[in-house]
């Protein structure tokens, strides 16, 4: 069964530059590694607190 799309809490363990709406890394999820696109990123949060930073980032 395929999904049209999801909803997810990333986190980025490391990245070099930025990451904005439209980049397509591959997620790891338990044993299976997916190509997936993100079509836009909704909010920012702090790593440490989890509060809401920013809506509607642009990256």
């Not at 079509?39 to 702090?46: N, P």
């Amino acid at each position: 069964m395929e999904a049209a799309g999801f909803t997810a809490q990333v986190i980025i363990l490391s990245h070099t530059g930025q990451i904005s709406a439209g980049y397509a890394p591959v997620l790891d999820g338990h044993t299976a590694h997916i190509a997936c696109k993100f079509a836009e990123l909704r909010e920012k949060m702090d790593r440490h607190s989890g509060k809401k930073l920013e809506d509607g980032p642009k990256f």
